[in-house]
């Protein structure tokens, strides 16, 4: 039987070194780029865009965990970010745009649970849904997960009438694994081990929604 909870996502630890100095605001540090989209680090200039994807309610309504629906809960997820970029170099929150600097939402790589598990996850604003941002994205953070850092295997999550994530996870690969919760709700759960990624698989012939309209869950 399934635990009825798992554990709790590790934190690193914050301290003076996470906070930027001078009054000044976080670099701006591109982490990723696609053939469409650049993923940077994030900063406080992006709190708005933080905000403004924390109140979307077609993306609130599927998240597993509380939204960023406050100016503190905005700020304080960028000090996270930026002590995880330093904590576990190659993981991270990342501030998504498109070629013309369009915020698009957030991709993620995030430590979860204390089996040292590695998270993959997405969330866009519904402007970018049904345009192949979350495959792209997504592959291109699998390629960097195994190619790049070397990790050995990647989870998912999503919620139960989510019916979106699940093809997208398993075109990139994943298998569904024995489900369980997450923040004390229901959750659907997914692995790829690193020797299964063979890169982007081939598009379904029909799905009854977009891929892209698609929420994983950190």
């Known amino acids: 039987m399934h635990p009825s909870s798992p554990p709790a996502p590790a934190v690193p630890r914050i301290d003076a070194r996470d906070l930027p100095r001078g009054g000044r605001d976080y670099p701006d540090v591109v982490e990723l780029q696609t053939r469409?989209?650049?993923?940077?680090?994030?900063?406080?200039?992006?709190?708005?865009?933080?905000?403004?994807?924390?109140?979307?309610?077609?993306?609130t309504r599927m998240l597993l965990d509380?939204?960023?629906?406050?100016?503190?809960?905005?700020?304080?997820?960028?000090?996270?970010?930026?002590?995880?970029?330093?904590?576990?170099?190659?993981?991270?929150?990342?501030?998504?745009?498109d070629r013309n600097g369009r915020f698009l939402g957030l991709f993620s790589l995030t430590p979860s649970g204390v089996d040292g598990d590695i998270a993959i996850g997405v969330r866009l604003l519904p402007s970018a849904w049904g345009r192949g941002y979350a495959i792209e994205g997504g592959a291109a953070l699998c390629a960097h997960a195994f190619s790049s850092l070397g990790l050995p295997a990647l989870i998912a999550q999503c919620a139960p009438h989510n019916r979106s994530v699940p093809p997208l996870l398993l075109r990139l690969g994943f298998e569904e694994t024995e489900g369980g919760t997450q923040f004390g709700n229901a959750a659907r759960r997914f692995r790829l081990q690193q020797p299964a990624w063979r890169g982007l698989g081939p598009r379904p012939r029909r799905a009854s929604r977009p891929l892209d309209d698609a929420r994983l869950e950190d």
């Open 36 to 59: 469409r989209m650049r993923l940077c680090r994030f900063g406080f200039r992006h709190t708005f865009d933080l905000l403004h994807l924390g109140r979307e309610e077609r993306v």
């Open 66 to 97: 509380d939204p960023v629906s406050s100016l503190e809960d905005a700020m304080g997820l960028v000090v996270w970010a930026n002590t995880l970029y330093r904590e576990r170099p190659g993981l991270g929150l990342w501030h998504t745009s």
